[in-house]
């Protein structure tokens, strides 16, 4: 497998545009996560998704952050429209079951102007 | 909700020298604890895990302690190596899927 597939690697946008972040889990997996990384405030859990439904989206920052599962395979996480502070690297991961491991994909470096 | 604190937040050793970071947690239903290591351009990679029914755990230079009394845990490395360099976190598990990360710590091995 070749794990935790995210896509863009790197997105430079300017403010008020729309970004939409892509990413693939590992086939199997039941569980998905996107998270948020800065210097500030480290990793941030936004909202994990089981069997595709989501289970908690408190860490989602605002109401301009959406994130969507529509099958197994696959997730977006969407910001309309994106501001300066929204500049960080977002981590998706994937894990199997409760209480164990989680997968992280190499993460989307974005980068609002 | 759970709150994990991870310290120190930078950490410098010579290389051969043992490595040791500690986390508290304050959630005692907590029951599952791994430990990260993140490079440069890359996520986080599992190194290391420990579950509430054990109190100490160790896989080759790397090893972790769980004091659920306490509520804190340590990764613990041992003959470091330049590899070694890195940011590393721990994380607490609260039952179900939710994963909360310490704040990381910064790991400098010096050859």
């Known amino acids: 497998d070749a794990g935790v597939i995210q896509s863009p690697r790197h997105e430079v946008t300017e403010m008020g545009q729309e970004v939409t972040l892509r990413c693939k889990p590992i086939?199997?997996?039941?569980?998905l996560f996107w998270y948020r990384q800065t210097m500030m405030r480290g990793l941030e859990l936004l909202i994990y998704?089981?069997?595709?439904?989501?289970?908690?989206d408190s860490g989602m920052p605002e109401d301009r952050f959406s994130a969507k599962m529509p099958n197994a395979s696959f997730s977006t996480l969407k910001i309309q429209p994106s501001e300066p502070r929204d500049s960080a690297v977002y981590f998706c991961a994937s894990g199997s079951g409760t209480n164990t491991e989680a997968f992280f994909g190499q993460g989307t470096r974005l980068t609002v102007v | 909700g759970e709150n994990v604190e991870q310290h120190p937040s930078t950490l410098s050793v010579q290389e051969g020298d043992s490595a040791v970071i500690k986390c508290t947690y304050s959630d005692s239903a907590s029951n599952y604890f791994p430990w990260y290591k993140q490079e440069l351009g890359k996520g986080p990679q599992l190194i290391i895990d420990i579950r509430s029914n054990v109190g100490e755990k160790k896989d080759q230079r790397i090893a972790v302690t769980l004091n659920k009394t306490a509520k804190h845990f340590s990764l613990h490395i041992t003959e470091t190596q330049p590899e070694d360099s890195a940011v590393y976190f721990c994380a607490v598990h609260t039952g179900g899927f939710k994963t909360i990360f310490g704040a990381g710590t910064r790991l400098f091995v010096k050859a």
């Open positions: 998704f089981n069997n595709n439904v989501p289970i908690d």
């Open positions: 086939s199997g997996h039941n569980s």
